[in-house]
T-cell receptor, first 112, second 113 residues
Framework: DAKTTQPNSMESNEEEPVHLPCNHS???????IHWYRQLPSQGPEYVIH???SNVNNRMASLAIAEDRKSSTLILHRATLRDAAVYYC?????????????FGKGTLLTVNP | ETGVTQSPTHLIKTRGQQVTLRCSSQ?????VSWYQQALGQGPQFIFQ???????GRGNFPPRFSGLQFPNYSSELNVNALELDDSALYLC????????????FGPGTRLLVL
């Protein structure tokens, strides 16, 4: 299973961009990179995913390195509601077992 | 569209007891995955069920078992509870595919005394 490494914590100011890095150097060629976030007392919430190309959705952007050994989740304008633990996960698509492998995540604090 | 629901929300058991946790998947989803999340850690994959069959298992002992029903709801059973089983148990539903999003429920907080 691919291991992901993230900073334990990061801090941002409201309405500023946030770049959350993730290292996944052992990821296989067919594993997708998924990002989830978890607010206190809630289950994880899907943010974005990608395989090789950069991806954008209404919540965030995902920039994937050309060698796929790292990726960066970009929140374009952080709000107080974005304060959460952000998990970078590998999505094992080998065979029929589509499990998510989570690391410890990055605790994002957003200052008003 | 109804989201993923789990019951109960909280549970207290004593060591050696057995527990059953329940999960109702999101409408239209045929796959359920269970995760264990210890305090301060990321979720760890326990197992996945697809169309009532186990479809993969993480590094958990056999006393962790599960079921999926024809309506795709699921149960997680843990026998002979140990103190280290205290955790948040998360259920996630999805449509099986190559990169499907998993939709998580709010979890069941289990405390083993």
């Amino acid at each position: 299973d691919a291991k992901t490494t993230q900073p334990n914590s990061m801090e941002s100011n409201e309405e500023e961009p946030v770049h959350l890095p993730c290292n996944h150097s052992t990821i296989s060629g067919t594993d997708y990179i998924h990002w989830y976030r978890q607010l206190p007392s809630q289950g994880p919430e899907y943010v974005i995913h990608g395989l090789t190309s950069n991806v954008n959705n209404r919540m965030a952007s995902l920039a994937i390195a050309e060698d796929r050994k790292s990726s960066t989740l970009i929140l374009h304008r952080a709000t107080l509601r974005d304060a959460a633990v952000y998990y970078c996960t590998s999505h094992n698509s080998g065979g029929s077992n589509y499990k998510l492998t989570f690391g410890k995540g990055t605790l994002l604090t957003v200052n008003p | 569209e109804t989201g993923v629901t789990q019951s109960p929300t909280h549970l207290i058991k004593t060591r050696g007891q057995q527990v059953t946790l329940r999960c109702s998947s999101q409408s239209g989803h045929n796959t359920v995955s269970w995760y264990q999340q210890a305090l301060g850690q990321g979720p760890q994959f326990i197992f996945q069920y697809y169309r009532e069959e186990e479809n993969g298992r993480g590094n958990f002992p056999p006393r962790f078992s599960g079921l999926q029903f024809p309506n795709y709801s699921s149960e997680l059973n843990v026998n002979a509870l140990e103190l280290d089983d205290s955790a948040l148990y998360l259920c996630a539903s999805s449509l099986t595919g190559t990169a499907e999003t998993q939709y998580f429920g709010p979890g069941t907080r289990l405390l083993v005394l």
